[in-house]
């Protein structure tokens, strides 16, 4: 596994190296000595799937409030997606600031999202599937989240006029949250 380090200090993005022979390849996604090394969470007691059917549905973007803030493992499966990470972290001089990274099954990357962190994506074709490996459990009463078409954010969703859940167009904007 390659470890690359983000614009927004904390996040990574991490490229699995994939053997290949006639039959496919082999893809390691976790190693729990490897992620120790870099000082990483190692303990996932969730993980998530999530399909979405139509090229453009947009999900999120999403967080857990304290004192359960989720440390997120994120891979798309099957599919293409734009995925976006904004920084809700106050007092870092990148507060507000959003990364994008495609994942795709072909391309196998995967991003550690650590707490403080938003996380929504928008399927950039028919049939995604994303997991996530999750550091807590859910919490109903800490979910939380930040409108995906913020203008203050200022995200460069791909596809125009995105499906979106009524959650999560009634999110808040960043200048709202508590």
């Given at each position: 596994?390659?470890?690359?380090?983000?614009?927004?200090?904390?996040?990574?993005?991490?490229?699995?190296?994939?053997?290949?022979?006639?039959?496919?390849?082999?893809?390691?996604?976790?190693?729990?000595?490897?992620?120790?090394?870099?000082?990483?969470?190692?303990?996932?007691?969730?993980?998530?799937?999530?399909?979405?059917?139509?090229?453009?549905?947009?999900?999120?973007?999403?967080?857990?409030?304290?004192?359960?803030?989720?440390?997120?493992?994120?891979?798309?499966?099957?599919?293409?997606?734009?995925?976006?990470?904004?920084?809700?972290?106050?007092?870092?001089?990148?507060?507000?600031?959003?990364?994008?990274?495609?994942?795709?099954?072909?391309?196998?990357?995967?991003?550690?999202?650590?707490?403080?962190?938003?996380?929504?994506?928008?399927?950039?074709?028919?049939d995604c599937r994303v997991s996530y490996m999750m550091s807590d459990s859910?919490?109903?009463?800490?979910?939380?989240?930040?409108?995906?078409?913020?203008?203050d954010l200022a995200i460069e969703w791909p596809i125009a006029d995105p499906?979106?859940?009524?959650?999560?167009?009634?999110?808040?904007?960043?200048?709202?949250?508590?």
């Amino acid at each position: 596994m390659i470890f690359h380090e983000t614009d927004l200090a904390g996040l990574l993005m991490i490229e699995p190296k994939a053997p290949t022979d006639s039959r496919g390849y082999f893809l390691r996604t976790y190693c729990e000595e490897t992620f120790a090394a870099h000082s990483l969470n190692t303990t996932w007691p969730q993980t998530n799937l999530s399909y979405t059917a139509r090229r453009g549905t947009l999900r999120g973007l999403h967080f857990q409030l304290d004192p359960a803030p989720e440390i997120k493992l994120i891979q798309c499966m099957t599919g293409r997606i734009l995925d976006v990470i904004v920084d809700l972290r106050k007092g870092f001089s990148t507060y507000g600031k959003s990364v994008s990274f495609e994942l795709s099954e072909e391309n196998h990357r995967m991003l550690y999202v650590p707490g403080g962190f938003a996380h929504g994506f928008q399927c950039l074709e028919d049939d995604c599937r994303v997991s996530y490996m999750m550091s807590d459990s859910y919490v109903p009463g800490l979910a939380a989240g930040v409108r995906w078409n913020d203008p203050d954010l200022a995200i460069e969703w791909p596809i125009a006029d995105p499906h979106v859940s009524q959650r999560d167009a009634e999110l808040p904007l960043l200048s709202e949250l508590q």
